[in-house]
């Protein structure tokens, strides 16, 4: 079975350069390839050979929420894939459990494919494994979590955008938690990168990468795909 490579773009690029980034893309992707991009708004459109989502969605069909972008227009564009919960979201934005699981419950019954962000900050993680398990089960509290269009993403905020991932002891300590929870398949995110993909991606309980800053170059996002591909 193919391991899914995500990207995240966040707030980067243009919609130029994810233009060319899209065009380059579909003439390297080989059919079972499972990869899927979340680029900013203005760059949502469908696509044949890769999945493109959303970053952020409001739980609604439309109406009066400045800045936000609702059901009536993903539909729109064919958009059916949507992340949800990704900390920068939660932590910046202010986006609680109760408003993750309002999204998570409102974009379920539209049928959507809906990553779903969770992960502990340094402080939860210094308090020992116990504490991780019980922040992580707080942040699927209002999920449904046998919900077959789930795709959970563990992505440890001490790892996102550092540099420094966590290590393979420490990510398949978790997803195995996580397995127990959830049926559904679970990536890692946070700090994942051309030399740490591989041997991430061979770990059990690990379905695929939640890809942030490595994404961004749509080259070495190639090389990584491309190495995914040789593990299936
Ligand atoms: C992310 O924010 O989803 C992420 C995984 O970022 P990075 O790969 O840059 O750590």
Redesign the pocket.
């Known amino acids: 079975m193919s391991k899914i490579i995500a990207g ?1 773009f ?1 707030s980067n690029l243009t919609r130029t350069k994810i233009q060319e980034y899209y065009q380059i893309l579909d003439s390297k992707i080989m059919p079972n390839d499972e990869v899927f991009l979340f680029p900013p708004f203005f760059a949502l459109q469908q696509s044949q050979k890769f999945q493109i989502g959303a970053q952020n969605a409001y739980p609604a069909n439309n109406g009066a929420f400045t800045g936000e972008i609702t059901l009536e227009a993903l539909k729109d564009l064919n958009i059916n894939t949507l ?1 949800i919960g ?3 979201r939660r932590t910046l934005l202010g986006e609680n459990q109760e408003f993750c699981a309002q999204k998570f419950n409102f974009f379920k019954t539209q049928d959507f494919s809906i990553f779903y ?1 969770i992960g502990e900050n340094l402080e939860v993680r210094q308090k020992g494994f116990e504490m991780t398990k019980k922040f992580l089960a707080a942040q699927l509290q209002g999920i449904d979590t046998n919900y077959p269009n789930l795709i959970l ?1 563990y ?1 440890p905020i001490w ?5 420094k ?1 966590a290590s393979l002891e420490e990510i398949e300590e978790v997803h195995a938690f996580l397995k127990t929870l959830c049926p559904a398949k679970i990536l890692y ?5 051309k030399n740490n993909l591989t041997e991430i991606l061979k770990l059990p309980n690990v379905d695929g ?7 961004l170059d749509i080259y070495n996002f190639i090389d990584m795909i491309t190495l995914a591909r040789e593990l299936s």
């Open positions: 995240n966040k992340l990704h900390s920068e962000c993403a992505e790892a996102i955008g550092t540099g991932s995110g946070g700090s994942v990168q990468a939640l890809i942030g800053s490595a994404s």
